[in-house]
C-alpha cells in the first residue's frame, strides 16, 4: 500500500506539473495574442500620424501658396493702378520732345526712369508690340488699317496703349492698330 500511495503521489505531482504547464501554455497563448494585438495597435496608430502628418503639410503647402497669392495679386493690382501714371509720363515725354524747355524734358524722364527702374523690380515689362506679328496673347486690336505692303499684313503698324507683363503674366493688353 506504501508503494500504490508512493505511485499516487507521484501520479498527483506529474499531473500538476502537467496542469502548470498547459496554464503556462494557456497564459503564453494569451500573452502572445494580447502582443498582436497591441502590435497590430501600433501599427494602425502610426499608420494614422503618418496620414495626419500627410494632411498637415498638403494644408501648410497650400495656405503659403494661397499667401504668396495673395501678395502676388496686391501687388499686381497695386502696380495696374501705377500704369495710367506710366502713360501720362509717356504723353509728357512725347509733347515735350517738341519743346525747348530742357529742364522739364530731363525732369519727367528721371522721375518715368526711376519709377519704371523700380516697377522692373517688381517684375514688370513692356510688351513691344509695334512691328510685331499680332498676338492676341499680348495685343488687343483696337482698330484695322489697310496696308500697301504684303508683309506688313498682320503686323502691328501702331501702339496706342502700351501692354505690360508682371513675372510673365499679362498685367494689361496692349492696344494696337493692326494692318491688313
Known amino acids: 500500500m506504501a508503494k500504490n500511495m508512493a505511485k499516487n503521489k507521484e ?18 497563448a494569451e500573452l502572445e495574442a494580447e502582443a498582436k494585438k497591441l502590435s497590430d495597435q ?50 509728357a515725354m512725347e509733347l515735350l520732345a517738341q519743346s525747348s524747355d530742357e529742364a522739364a524734358k530731363e525732369g519727367t524722364s528721371l522721375i518715368y526712369n526711376k519709377l519704371m527702374a523700380y516697377l522692373k523690380t517688381r517684375g514688370l515689362e513692356k510688351i513691344e508690340a509695334k512691328g510685331a506679328k499680332f498676338d492676341t496673347d499680348f495685343h488687343e486690336a483696337v482698330a484695322q488699317i489697310p496696308v500697301p505692303e504684303e508683309d506688313k499684313k498682320g ?23 493692326v494692318g491688313i
Not at 505531482?13 to 504547464?21: A, P, V
Not at 502628418?53 to 494661397?66: G, I, L, Y
Not at 503686323?155 to 494696337?176: E, H, I, P, S
Open 11 to 28: 501520479e498527483l505531482k506529474d499531473e500538476k506539473k502537467e496542469e502548470k504547464k498547459e496554464e503556462k501554455k494557456d497564459r503564453i
Open 42 to 91: 501600433i501599427a494602425e496608430e502610426k499608420n494614422s500620424y503618418l496620414k495626419l502628418m500627410a494632411e498637415f503639410e498638403t494644408f501648410r503647402r497650400r495656405t503659403a501658396e494661397e499667401k504668396l497669392a495673395l501678395v502676388g495679386s496686391a501687388s499686381a493690382e497695386t502696380i495696374k493702378g501705377l500704369l495710367p501714371v506710366l502713360d501720362d509720363c509717356e504723353r
Open 155 to 177: 503686323l502691328v503698324y501702331d501702339v496706342v496703349q502700351t501692354g505690360y507683363l508682371l513675372n510673365g503674366n499679362v498685367l494689361r493688353f496692349a492696344k494696337v492698330v
